[in-house]
């Protein structure tokens, strides 16, 4: 690979190239996406297009599964060269990679059942009166070429062979990955493996390309180009509004399907809060500094009513923080905007710092914040995620708060409620407030771990998502980069099954 960029099955230098910032081991130079390399990686893709749009559902599934042998080949290295560059711990890559394999199988799988075709046929009815009805089918067609963006925080299940590359591609449609400055190297193993893959299945090489970073003009003429359809993208809300904005700016404009954030608010009921308040503020600790915190579902807002069971609570919370090390962050950019975020949120009126820590440059400590539900209110950007091991306890002043606050917040991921069977009136009121604010609603359990499943959804209204009919986990992604089609009197002899 030697740094390079795979564009239609040939790794491409270009002019300029970038020196990675691993957290362990030495830096290593790669060469920098450019727009003259996106702009033939999406003419190739178009052109893949033609037979990889219009191949059978084995075909691609066999691709698929393909995909994940080769990746599993790789294994040990890109364990490796994914610890040297993020810092996170062998063990997580070993899961996560487990994870992005099982998300390829599972599409294949998905596919060859057919099911997500929507097939649906009303027969002719030439005798209808007054007029008669023509034979009328209807099919989900793929989109033509995706571009993906890789993610921060996830260097293989929401990267280069991740799930929005591996729905795009059950779909039919060609994939153009833009790697993540900050695991060149993951990317470019994985994106070997995909291209491996392509060539033992014998498609097109138009099939995937993977261009490195090149800053914002590499990711702008990636969206704007006319022959990407949609695009896939997993990272911050500052970064993704401006891409989203870009795709409906062009002259034909796309879909934009980006999970950008959410601070995944826990509801503490009473019931609750009495019977186990211990036992939840120590799986909180836990589920808040997992990882660092940097998990897009990081849970870090708690609601729970004011007493004596709330000062116990927010003990606990603190005691299990405090025994929790610094850990290695993802970039120094990313730690740099956590600690500042920190800095910033305590320093708001109301906001008590109950557990801070500061840290090596690239390091990270808990945090945790706490603030009455006036000064919450008073604040709005209180509301706001801030990426990293950080807590706020919402101290509110009665039941009928819970929500009033909800309410109030911006779309979520997730919400969480915590209750007993006592709590289920109160349970029943606050449901139809979450269900408009969030994708995904648990009930006594941690929302760190996202499933991939059937029924999963990961998505949510604006903030956490640009589109809130979509996911990006789950079997159900597929339908981002399909749209329905309906044939009308076609003759029995074409085959709508493929």
Request: hydrophobic share 40%; glycine share 12%.
């Amino acid at each position: 690979m030697d740094g390079k960029n795979l564009i239609a099955g040939e790794w491409l230098a270009g002019p300029e190239s970038f020196v990675s910032t691993p957290a362990t081991g030495e830096p290593v130079s790669y060469c920098k996406g450019t727009p003259e390399l996106v702009d033939r990686a999406c003419e190739a893709a178009e052109e893949a297009f033609w037979s990889f749009g219009y191949s059978s559902r084995d075909a691609r599934a066999d691709f698929l599964d393909r995909i994940a042998d080769e990746i599993e080949a790789r294994g040990a290295e890109i364990t490796r060269i994914g610890t040297a560059e993020t810092g996170l711990p062998e063990a997580r890559l070993d899961g996560e990679r487990g994870r992005t394999t099982g998300q390829l199988r599972l599409f294949a799988e998905h596919i060859r059942k057919g099911d997500y075709l929507d097939l649906r046929h009303d027969p002719a009815l030439p005798d209808r009166q007054p007029l008669p009805r023509p034979d009328l089918q209807m099919v989900q067609r793929p989109v033509g070429p995706v571009a993906v963006f890789g993610a921060s925080n996830f260097p293989l299940a929401f990267s280069t062979a991740g799930g929005d590359t591996a729905a795009a591609l059950a779909a039919g449609c060609p994939v153009v990955v833009k790697g993540h400055p900050g695991h060149p190297g993951t990317g470019a193993l994985v994106a070997e493996a995909v291209d491996a893959a392509r060539r033992s299945c014998g498609l097109h090489p138009g099939v995937f390309s993977f261009v490195h970073d090149g800053g914002n003009a590499v990711g702008g003429a990636l969206v704007r180009h006319p022959r990407i359809k949609a695009v896939g993208f997993t990272g911050s809300l500052r970064g993704g509004r401006a891409l989203f904005d870009l795709c409906a700016a062009r002259d034909e404009p796309i879909p934009f399907f980006g999970e950008l954030g959410s601070v995944n608010p826990m509801f503490l009921l009473p019931g609750a809060l009495s019977a186990r308040g211990t036992e939840v503020a120590k799986g909180w600790a836990a589920s808040l500094t997992m990882g660092a915190g940097q998990f897009c579902t990081n849970p870090g807002l708690v609601l729970l009513p004011a007493g004596p069971e709330a000062e116990a609570f927010i003990a606990a919370v603190a005691a299990a923080l405090s025994e929790v090390p610094h850990q290695t962050m993802l970039t120094e950019g990313i730690a740099q905007a956590f600690n500042h975020g920190c800095q910033k949120m305590s320093e708001t009126k109301g906001v008590s710092a109950l557990v801070s820590s500061a840290a090596e440059p690239r390091a990270a400590g808990p945090h945790l914040l706490c603030v009455s539900q006036s000064d919450f209110s008073a604040n709005p950007a209180l509301a706001h995620e801030v990426f990293g091991p950080l807590g706020l306890v919402v101290v509110i002043n009665d039941t009928d708060s819970y929500a009033q606050i909800a309410r109030s917040l911006d779309g979520q991921l997730t919400a969480t409620v915590f209750m007993e069977s006592s709590d289920a009136a109160l349970a029943t009121e606050l449901l139809p407030v979450l269900e408009r604010k969030a994708g995904r609603v648990l009930f006594n359990g941690f929302p760190t771990g996202v499933e991939v499943a059937d029924s999963m959804v990961h998505g949510g209204p604006y903030p956490a998502s640009t589109n809130f009919g979509a996911t990006s986990v789950g079997t159900l992604s597929i339908r981002r980069f399909l749209r329905p089609v309906c044939y009308q009197n076609m003759p029995e002899a074409l085959d709508l099954m493929k």
